[in-house]
């Protein structure tokens, strides 16, 4: 069943925004899609989608499995920024911990973030943006202490960030993920979904959250249902009839430090 097919509440979310607008504040906003290697239809479907909305979308490409033709459709498509997710994808977390790749202090860290950037400057060129995304948003601090000297610029997880500037990387965090992981896969409740949102602008809105960092939708185009691409559209053409500001990081200064 689609999002369209259940009646959706919108008013908290237009309050906020309006309330947003109404003390003269800014709503920086931007969109990041995980997991991309090659051309899909789902990958076609998200592109039309960012078209639609001229909103640019950020796609974390798996380096070590990304492919020439994913590259040439972000050659052709201005509104697709390729940035860096990971390495392989691959679960290396010690045993009883959560997935992660990155997540841990790991002697071959360094030679696989070195490898990925490599990889991804060849496939992409001008077209990329030097952004770290660890998958599953976790990383160690012996990961990112070396990101910038390696030619990073920037470091994205997931919840508000606590310093706008950290080892040398700008962080750029999403914050809103639609999808139910927990019970399996499928749409969150979208009244808890606006609620989140909700709650995080008047986070910023009120001083509690950096104002200034985008606020981030994130999304896993290979793994959405109707539900899940239905509601990710009503929900950023909400934030954008509201007020919202896109973020296109290719053509923006990161301010880095």
Not at 177 to 197: F, S, Y
Request: glycine residues 8%; proline residues 8%.
């Amino acid at each position: 069943m689609g999002a369209d097919a259940v009646r959706v509440d919108w008013s908290p979310l237009r309050t906020e925004l309006s309330r947003t607008r109404a003390e003269g504040l800014t709503l920086p906003i931007w969109w990041r899609d995980d997991d991309a290697t090659e051309p899909t239809p789902a990958l076609d479907r998200l592109l039309n989608m960012t078209a639609d909305l001229n909103l640019p979308v950020h796609i974390a490409v798996i380096p070590k499995a990304a492919t020439p033709a994913l590259a040439e459709i972000a050659a052709a498509t201005p509104l697709m920024v390729p940035v860096v997710h990971g390495w392989a994808h691959e679960n290396l977390a010690p045993a009883g911990q959560k997935r992660a790749e990155f997540g841990h202090p790991d002697a071959g860290a360094e030679a696989k973030t070195k490898a990925a950037l490599a990889r991804m400057r060849a496939l992409f060129g001008s077209d990329m943006l030097a952004m770290f995304v660890p998958p599953w948003n976790r990383v160690d601090a012996t990961v990112t202490s070396g990101l910038a000297a390696q030619g990073y610029v920037a470091l994205s997880t997931f919840t508000p960030r606590r310093f706008k500037c950290s080892a040398g990387l700008v962080q750029i965090n999403t914050h809103i993920d639609p999808i139910a992981w927990r019970a399996g896969g499928g749409l969150l409740a979208p009244e808890e979904l606006i609620a989140k949102t909700v709650t995080l602008l008047q986070d910023r809105r009120e001083g509690r959250a950096d104002c200034t960092e985008p606020l981030g939708f994130l999304s896993h185009h290979l793994v959405h249902d109707e539900a899940i691409w239905d509601f990710s559209r009503a929900f950023l053409t909400e934030l954008l009839e509201g007020g919202a500001n896109p973020s296109h990081f290719l053509g923006e200064p990161l301010d880095l430090p």
